[in-house]
């Protein structure tokens, strides 16, 4: 019976072909090219911050256009967001919602839970920046209010269709365009090094940067999945998305028309049009190894010259948008309101309006002629009337003025292109204080990434009330300690669950008690084992309205995002980082075997143009972790230091020598030795 449904689910229909658009141009491309839904950003708390984006009346007619071409049309709410910010991002959902968009795509995991009180009507799609790679992730996402996740887009295929099958919601995922090298929702690098953070839609894009030398190894070629199109029909998600609102029109328009026509004829790219795609736009190529499981293949590529000049071919495409052409029945009768009745030609849509009452012609009668050339004249509307699509029932000797008709038909027509919808008023929600959350029971917490400096630790144990590993360090042989925690790994694809749980069940043998969880997918998943849960920074806290909905998901005492001022930081009562560098990326792929090899990944890193290190390590499963080259350090500001009740630790490349001078410092309210990098909290950093 399993396989009859997960069949069915996977034929019954075509996957959505989602487009993108930053800008009108860009939509009317997207439509024309024939795609099924449309997503767009307003001018606020969207992604792409520096894409052109829709004011509220363009979204309202790009919601008209799109609607009239039977083409949905969702809206980016997908930045953090902070404290002050949260009630005017609602208020433009609001809005949202009553002209007619089909769904929002969010990724603030506070936004979510006001918008499921304030608008629950309104669908809700889990942007792939909340970091989804498995079903208990999905799942998640379904049970706080999100009826469609975007996956992550470093999943195989194995592991779609796995998801897909046993999630309880829809999936979304990237077909083409652009690939970020840091899994989305985990990258600070733009953020704590440029000061343009990424979670709010203002990448520097430091990834595209050169590093050791001239090299690239963090600048991905673009995504193409164009010869996996009948595989991806087969896995049953519900939508192919299209990266791209900072694009031109023609770029949209070519890339939605070759994925609309591969989709409609089932098949894969030919030679023809896999060169067409690459002149719309390429990074010395495409890539589709992550879909294939083999992210350890050649994946990094830079824009050449030829790329930019094949892409320049495309200019020159004419992209006015297309009316969409109705039928019209009027009535002008004797003693009664004149009205209009405007229709689609199939039926499917139909709008009736009432005008003036016409009164007793004197001279000049009104005659069929004249009534109808002057309704047809539909003006700066996305519709059309010919003649001979009028049906006008007149009675004789009647007389209407050209003002009461011009009326009749711009009512006529603003009606039938309104997608207006009702919203009864419901208040938000009351913010909780943090005095009435659940207390958080320790006062310091501490992770180690380097277990021979956590192994050859002189101190007592009394240095932090918890101590983390990272989960997949606690059945490495030379660990000589056993901590009080473990750092649940940031990723677990859905093929890595089985063998996390294996390592669960062993750090609970071993009597480990509490568990740092930084993803949806990860906090059932630790629950299970019986741990204690603390949230890690990559759950990404910015307001209070985040705060309470983890507290309700049973994590009172979390670290608070990096990206927070100190002020924005102590208003939310929450754990803060005081001590240690960073991690600003997490890599699916190893770029570390690529420029060093794999017997020379204990410490490793990059350095950019400036000669500036940033260390890095390996994560579970070989995925890297790229660290700030700066420490993170304030326990010399006492009355800021003093501010942070509970307080979090992150050694990296630390020696167990440095990491007690680290914590002597920070006892005693000393400066960071001479020398260091400092980071300050909300601040960029600077050299002391």
Known sequence: MFFWSFDMKRRERLPELLAPAGDFDCLV????????????????????????????????????????????L???????????EVEPAVEFAVELYRIGVDALIVADLGLVSVLRVVVPELQLHASTQMSVHNTRGADMAYSLGCTRTVL??????KDICTVTAECKGEVEIFLHGALCVCHSGQCLFSSLVGGRSGNRGECAQPCRLPYNGGKYPLSLRDLSLAHHIPKLIESGVSSLKIEGRMKAPEYVYTVTSIYRRLLDENRAANVDEERELMRAFSRDGFTDAYLRGKPEEKMTGVRTSEDKAESRTLSGMDFSPSRVPVCAKVVIKRGVPSSMTLTLPDGSRETTVSGDIPSEAINSPLTESSVVQRLCKMGNTLLSLKPESVELILDEGLNLSPASLNALRRAASEAFESEGRALAPREMPKRCEKSTRGAPTV??????????????????????????LPLWRIGDGELRRIPDGIAMPPVIMESEMDTVRRMLSDAKEKGIGYALVGNIGSIGLAREFGFKLIGDFRLNVM???????????????????????????????????????IPLMLTERC???????CRNCSSVGLTDRRGIEFPAVREFEHRNLIFNSAITYIADKPELLHSFGERHFIFTTESADEIGDAYRAYRDGAPAPRGASIRRIGKREAKK
């Open 591 to 597: 770029f570390m075997r690529d420029l060093y090899g």
């Open 152 to 157: 992550a887009r470093e999943l195989s295929y």
């Open 29 to 72: 491309a997207a439509v024309r090219a024939g795609a099924d839904a449309v997503y767009v950003g307003g001018r606020l708390y969207s992604a792409r911050a520096y894409a052109k984006n829709f004011d509220i009346d363009e979204l309202r007619r790009a919601v008209s256009y799109c609607h009239l071409h039977g083409v949905k």
């Open 443 to 468: 006062h310091s917490t501490a992770l180690f990434y380097n277990i021979h400096a956590y192994n050859a630790l002189k101190e007592d144990r009394g240095m932090f009330d918890i101590e983390f």
């Open 74 to 84: 969702y809206v980016t709410l997908n930045t953090l967001l902070y404290d002050l």
């Open 543 to 581: 307001n209070s309205y985040t705060l309470d909905a983890y507290s309700r998901l049973g994590i009172d005492d979390i670290i608070l995002s990096p990206e927070l001022t100190a002020r924005d930081a102590e208003r939310l009562g929450a754990r803060e980082i005081v001590y240690g560098r």
